[in-house]
């Protein structure tokens, strides 16, 4: 909060005071000086009318000698009571008539030396006015005037000016006073009462307050004005911000994830209900980080471990782990979780969502079966195939041998061969579905020798040209039984979508992955000069359910494919052309040399 | 030059030589009618002259409204009508009434120390007080003969008479 130390009103005050009190002081020194030189100015010219005056009335006195008649004429100087000595003094300077103040002693004053030989002189001396004035008569000089004042009228003056200006400063600054504290309500007022409203707001937080108008149309109530607006903008902002919030708790609680904010920290604020719906805690049993009473305790450790080099490295989060749930079961669920950064870039706090994907992975094992009894059908099927011709041709090699018993031997033999043919098929059948439990060395390219075999009669009856290309030490680490399926499922549908008289490539190599950083491994590429496919399907071609061919299909073989690729951290691609008397499609298979333990 | 000492004793021929200073100096505070013309301005002693050389020396290369000042002893009233101040010496004082009665019509300041001057009809009159000379004015003989005085002299007067005749 924001305390006013010293008042604006006070400044102001102080200020006028100021103001006016320099003014004053200022005129009324002006007016002193003024007045001091006017004073001797005028004492100075009243003096020497007198004197003149008096020099005039003297001539007749001097010429006949008469200073009774010349102390009559300057026994008229007692009305000027600033005057202590008058005198006239006869042509060569000596003393002829005087007049004195009362309070002076009677003894005439030598003449001052400046006064013989001038018209009129005048000096002021140690607290006095001297003047002299010459009396001429007809061109002759019959005498002298010398009047004497003192400055006593002058220190009056300065006196009581110098009491007139306490007064009138006193009076002047009181009346300052109380106008400055009418006038500058006007100005100080409405700030004072903004600072009140401000300090008040910032104090309850309470920004439905308004400062009250000035009702001036200058700065101030323009401050006034624009203060007020910022407080609705704030208020606006506010009640919007409360709306977000309302809107953004509605949508994390319809959701059907569980939703939750985490501080930079990885402290836990807030989670939607659906959490405590699943979890039957409280929020306070949830603060910070008691999210880990619901965690399947084997897997905490991990969870932690992965939450907290996501927390330092800021780094999405994602990650799959059981939660608990009020009864007690447990549920697997994904969990997501995303930094939010302010404009500078930096993490304000972190939002999460737990989606269940329990039901998800059950639909999807169901899925798995399904296609892999489908494709236990097909294989099935194409078996009774492969086997029913060699079993035709035993039969009639053995309705031969009894027919022509000379070529017995031969036909025999034969039928050996045939059988040993069944037994190779049956053999590999079971190699089919038996090792699939361990992974162990594979050879990719006799395991595509297999599985291309199991497929010759279609081939043959497709008349589809098989090119096979394949590299040598090609032995990775694998699931053989799931290699056979990926390779099996990849050329059925090769040859599927091969017209009559076909070809189909197969190469395999040693190579390198770049994906996730360089890796060696095989790759197996299906190429086949069929119809292609258009880019709409191959973008839906990985998902489960979806099939061109309605009648004979799951749609789930490239999905099981995938599936199997990904579960050997292999890569699956598909690239295709449409172009008409050029359409292709390359299937190719990247299967690293070590997969990984699961 | 002009001026006595104020409190010394004053002695014969200082009186006189005060005396002619005065007269000269009647002469710049009175007014002659326009009538009176010439280029000189004399100065007439009728009778025993009592100044000697005083009034020679003190009117001696002056002038009065340019007129030059001249000193003209006479013996008679008949000579007088040129004067412009008239001083009858104490030795005319028998004669007195003929003499004012002669020159009363003249434009001539009439001046003397002859005791009683003023009430006879005289215009300026001598007199010692305190050891000083003064002098008494007859304004209306002034007034009558068509001569102004100034108030300046008449300032300085002991005595002002305004009336014709005998003293009140």
């Not at chain 1, 061109?548 to 050997?568: F, R, S």
């Amino acid at each position: 909060m924001i305390r006013v130390r010293d008042s604006l009103s006070r400044k102001l005050t102080i200020m006028n005071l100021m103001v006016s009190g320099v003014a004053l002081v200022l005129a009324s020194l002006a007016f002193f000086a003024y007045d001091l030189i006017t004073f001797r100015n005028n004492l100075r010219t009243s003096t020497s009318i007198q004197a003149q005056i008096i020099g005039e009335n003297s001539i007749s006195p001097l010429i006949f000698n008469d200073p009774d008649s010349a102390q009559k004429t300057l026994s008229a100087l007692h009305t000027s009571p600033h005057i202590v000595y008058g005198a006239i003094y006869t042509a060569n300077g000596t003393f002829f008539a005087g007049y004195w103040r009362q309070d002076q002693p009677k003894h005439p004053y030598a003449l001052p030396a400046q006064a013989l030989g001038s018209q009129e002189s005048s000096r002021f001396a140690k607290g006095q006015f001297e003047h002299t004035h010459a009396i001429y008569f007809q061109g002759k000089l019959v005498g002298i005037v010398y009047i004497r004042s003192d400055l006593s009228a002058l220190h009056d003056r300065l006196r009581s000016y110098g009491i007139i200006l306490i007064l009138i400063l006193s009076a002047s600054l009181l009346a300052a006073l109380a106008v400055s504290r009418v006038s500058q309500r006007r100005v100080s007022q409405p700030i004072l009462r903004l600072a009140e409203t401000a300090q008040q707001v910032s104090r309850e937080k309470d920004f439905n307050l308004r400062a009250p108008e000035a009702g001036d149309s200058d700065e101030v109530g323009a401050l006034v004005q624009s203060f007020n607006e910022m407080l609705l903008e704030i208020q606006k902002r506010d009640s919007e911000l409360q709306e977000r919030e309302q809107q953004f708790r509605t949508l994390a609680d319809s959701i059907p994830q569980m939703a939750w904010m985490a501080e930079p920290s990885g402290d836990l604020f807030w989670y939607n209900h659906r959490w405590f719906e699943y979890t039957g805690t409280t929020p306070e049993q949830m603060k910070g980080w008691g999210w880990q009473t619901v965690q399947d305790p084997e897997r905490l450790p991990q969870v932690l471990a992965q939450w907290r080099i996501s927390l330092a490295t800021g780094e999405p989060f994602q990650m799959v782990f059981p939660l608990r749930a009020g009864d007690g079961s447990y549920r697997d669920f994904l969990t997501l979780a995303l930094p939010v950064r302010d404009a500078r870039g930096e993490i304000v706090r972190w939002f999460g969502t737990n989606t269940d994907i329990t039901e998800q992975r059950r639909a999807e094992e169901a899925l798995r079966r399904t296609e892999k009894l489908a494709a236990t059908g097909r294989l099935a099927a194409s078996i009774a195939h492969e086997i029913n011709n060699p079993l035709e041709a035993v039969t009639n090699l053995v309705y031969l041998a009894k027919k022509q018993p000379h070529n017995l031997e031969k036909f025999l033999q034969l039928a050996e061969h045939e059988l040993d043919r069944i037994a190779q098929i049956t053999r590999n059948t079971l190699g089919f579905y038996r090792d699939s439990a361990s992974s162990a060395a594979v050879d990719v390219s006799e395991v595509l020798q297999e599985v291309a075999r199991l497929y010759e009669r279609k081939l043959q009856f497709k008349r589809v040209t098989l090119a096979p290309e394949y590299g040598s030490d090609l032995t990775i680490l694998a699931y053989p039984g799931e290699l056979r399926q990926i390779f099996a499922n990849l050329i059925a549908n090769a040859i599927e979508a091969l017209p009559d008289r076909g070809c189909l490539r197969i190469r395999a190599s040693k190579t390198r992955s770049w994906r996730n950083g360089p890796q060696p491994g095989v790759r197996v590429t299906f190429l086949d000069n069929g119809s292609g496919i258009p880019p709409e399907i191959r973008k839906r071609i990985f998902e489960p359910f979806f099939t061109t061919k309605k009648d004979v299909g799951t749609g789930l073989g490239l999905w099981l494919t995938a599936n199997l690729v990904e579960k050997h951290k292999g890569l699956l691609s598909i690239r295709s052309s449409i172009r008409p008397e050029r359409t292709w499609t390359a299937v190719s298979v990247f299967l690293p040399f070590q997969p990984p333990e699961q | 030059m002009l001026l006595a000492a104020a409190d010394a004793q004053i002695s014969k021929p200082e009186e006189f030589q005060v005396k002619a200073a005065y007269l000269y100096n009647f002469g710049k505070f009175i007014s002659w009618p326009g009538s009176k013309s010439g280029t000189s301005f004399p100065i007439c002693v009728l009778g025993r002259d009592p100044f000697g050389s005083a009034l020679d020396t003190t009117i001696a290369g002056d002038s009065i409204d340019d007129k030059k000042l001249v000193v003209k002893r006479i013996s008679s009233t008949h000579e007088a009508d040129d004067c412009r101040i008239l001083f009858v010496s104490s030795s005319e004082a028998t004669a007195l009434k003929e003499i004012l009665l002669s020159v009363q019509k003249l434009p001539v300041a009439t001046v003397s120390d002859i005791p009683g001057f003023v009430n006879q009809g005289g215009m300026i009159e001598f007199v010692l007080r305190e050891n000083r000379v003064k002098f008494k004015v007859n304004l209306a003989a002034a007034r009558q003969s068509g001569l102004a005085l100034s108030s300046q002299l008449l300032k300085v007067a002991v005595e002002v008479r305004d009336t014709q005749g005998k003293q009140e």
